[in-house]
């Protein structure tokens, strides 16, 4: 499948990109940011991951430029937290875990299976697919000067990594892409929201 | 004409450049960075925008690299600032806003310019037009470790947006390249200076 | 020599990389951070400036994602830092600063040769081996949310550009590539390790 026609990959693409402009967008009007640094963040949100992607395999411009559609959906995900936040009491933390494990699985996924496209080998796949998931957000708080979220709760990368070697995996063995992105997409997901509850963490080195 | 040779978006960010290498400069000395950081930033302000905007065209190397010209037209402007520094009382606020606004709006426009001769949609030409105009200083904001001024101060983006849009359209309707770069750096520097003025604010979302 | 297939470049940059990854590695087990915290910080350290450097030259995807190699090393540095760091009492800070000018003189060298065999000119190849120098630190630096090393303390960067210019010079004037190469690493780690012996600094401008 030529890359630029790739309909599966464009669709998962234009999903996380939604889920993600509602999560940064959310983010944003709870950290009071006003009603056109919502919509920065949620653009820079949304469409940082995969712009970075698309500049690291040479993918100029980026799919998020070439296209009406992912301005579009940002826009849309962006607009609907400044009209739903004006009434909102409260953001529950869960549905901003669970929108930010939706965004990462998906971009995880389309981050790996665009790099083996590009003939990546399957080592630089899987960490491609971790850039594209968590790119986004870590755009998002270098620019709100805070030390991104994948640095802090390692939870992120660990789950953008398991998603994308999964996918990575199931694509090398011949299994159909529709498999291969629901599987990744799925475990990312799954260790993403399951380490939320069980507040999992890693040891510091050293005393 | 081939997005190589074009004079007239060379001139255009000539001049962007120059402004934002003595804006950025005397910034940092303000901030009392030592002689190297003046000049450190000076170059990235000058130099940063222009380089994000040729590497998301996938126009590399940017022309920031490709021509000698860039890079002397920043030591110019900085060298300066670094000599008139040592002899001025007092910076005024306004000539820094006056020496971002124009380089802002000239960057906007070389952006949405060239985004358009790299035949993208009018939607992302004006995107990478604000990108263009904010990303030297979103850059030095992030260097120096500071929540960047477009999320702080919405108005540059805005600003940019304006600029860039209105030379989206004039040059979409066939109008010649000089009025459309004309009109929207005029219409950026004017939005930028009268919401100095008056001290636009938008509001924040809910409580 | 095709850039893809040079050798004396890829086996300097693989030095590189593998200095930075444990330098990079310690500097994170030194600010207490998790264990995966430590891992991403060394990975990025070691990947950050090569892959700055060839996505602005247009050479993508970047060496170090077409190659096993580049994640191999860096993966060995940051993995031996976490095993030994459970042992050591102590990280000597001239262990920190001889990794980090290695690094930054291999760097800085890599950087400038490729852009001259990318056709730049010897100004913008001099900024390139600056860039890929002191790239993996600043964006280290700035996912930790500190002010970037290289704007503090300026030697990293004027120690940079001697040895990128150095090696530009003499490979301008016909010497062999193995001699450029180490004349210019060689400058860059003299002048990196002497600046602190004697604690060198600029002055502040104004007052």
């Known amino acids: 499948v030529p ?3 790739d309909r599966l990959l464009t669709a998962t693409d234009l999903r996380a990109t939604g889920l993600f402009a509602v999560e940064g967008s959310l983010a944003a009007a709870a950290a009071h940011l006003d009603l056109f640094g919502v919509a920065v963040i949620g653009f820079i949100t949304a ?4 712009m970075i992607r698309d500049v690291l395999l040479g993918d100029t411009p980026p799919a998020a ?3 009406r559609e992912y301005p579009l959906v940002a826009a ?5 937290v400044i009209v739903v936040y004006q009434w909102a009491d409260h953001i529950p933390g869960r549905l ?9 699985a998906l971009f995880a996924v389309t981050g790996a299976a665009k790099a083996l496209a590009h003939q990546l080998n399957a080592i630089s796949a899987t960490l491609l697919g971790i850039i594209t998931g968590c790119g986004g957000g870590i755009l998002r708080d270098v620019l709100l000067n805070e030390v991104p979220t994948v640095l802090r709760a390692h939870i992120h990368a660990v789950a953008a990594a398991l998603g994308a070697a999964l996918t990575v995996l199931l694509l090398r063995y011949g299994r ?3 498999l291969a992105f629901a599987v990744g997409a799925l475990a990312c997901v799954a260790v993403r929201m399951i380490s939320v509850e069980l507040d999992w963490n890693l040891p510091q080195l050293g005393r």
Chains 1, 2, 3 share one sequence.
């Not at 849309?76 to 609907?80: Q, T």
């Not at 901003?96 to 990462?104: P, Q, S």
């Open 3 to 5: 890359v630029s026609r």
């Open 47 to 50: 469409l940082g991951g995969g």
């Open 65 to 67: 430029l070439r296209s």
């Open 76 to 80: 849309v995900g962006a607009g609907a």
């Open 96 to 104: 901003l875990t669970g929108l930010d494990a939706g965004g990462l």
């Open 176 to 178: 159909s892409r529709p």
